[in-house]
């Protein structure tokens, strides 16, 4: 008996990059049913069908507008429920509590509002988790980073706290944006709000050579 796929809704409206849109599809894997919804699709109860939710990347706050108050909240509830979500680098941004229109799924928040960090091939580490997690004997991997976010744990939002999967080891400070303060903070975090698991990523894996940790993930915010 073949095994029932997994059913994706990957993100696809204004604020989504439509080739992060088309790389995160793909990262998705053959096990995955993914497909791409608007705004008005998970306002219109497509959630109701889905396992999990990805946000690529592209711009957290423009995503967040096209999906509408309306439908942040129907997302809230889905992963409440226990759903699963997916962030990578804005979708990252748009689960955290202090984006200027924010998800607010996950204990965490940028310590900036200088986001413009620029583009880089950085140096990140697994931490054991992180090892365990994706089924990784080595611990150091470049991945390509385009402004994610630096996430540092906000303990006064009352969720549980995240756990770091990966580190960031060196850091990409342009525009005008602090140096030092992205070396050492989370560079992959996994977390749960209510029944629902959430991870999120401030590098794109699916531009490393990594699409194998966003299928990982699917499996696992899809509790497979």
Not at 63 to 89: M, P, T
Not at 104 to 132: C, F, H, N, Y
Not at 139 to 153: E, K, S
Not at 164 to 175: G, H, K, M, P, T
């Amino acid at each position: 008996m073949q095994k029932e796929k997994i059913r994706v809704a990957v993100f696809a409206d204004e604020g989504a990059n439509a080739e992060c849109v088309e790389e995160t599809v793909f990262a998705c894997g053959e096990g995955a049913a993914a497909s791409r919804v608007m705004g008005s699709d998970v306002r219109s109860g497509i959630l109701a069908d889905q396992q999990l939710f990805i946000s690529p990347g592209g711009g957290a706050s423009t995503q967040s507008k096209a999906l509408g108050e309306d439908g942040n909240e129907i997302l809230r509830q889905f992963v409440r429920a226990g759903g699963g979500y997916i962030g990578i680098c804005a979708g990252a941004y748009w689960a955290a509590q202090n984006n200027p229109h924010p998800l607010g799924i996950v204990a965490a928040r940028m310590p900036s509002p200088k986001w413009d960090r620029g583009r880089a091939e950085l140096k990140i580490e697994l931490t054991p988790a992180g090892q365990e997690f994706f089924g990784e004997t080595e611990r150091d991997f470049i991945m390509h980073y385009a402004n994610g976010p630096v996430l540092f744990p906000d303990t006064a939002c009352g969720l549980p706290p995240f756990e770091v999967l990966a580190y960031f080891r060196a850091e990409s400070a342009e525009n005008g944006t602090s140096v030092g303060l992205q070396i050492d903070t989370p560079a992959i975090i996994r977390a749960q709000y209510g029944a629902g698991r959430v991870v999120l990523f401030s590098p794109h894996p699916e531009e490393s050579g990594l699409e194998r940790w966003v299928k990982r993930a699917v499996e696992y915010v899809a509790r497979q």
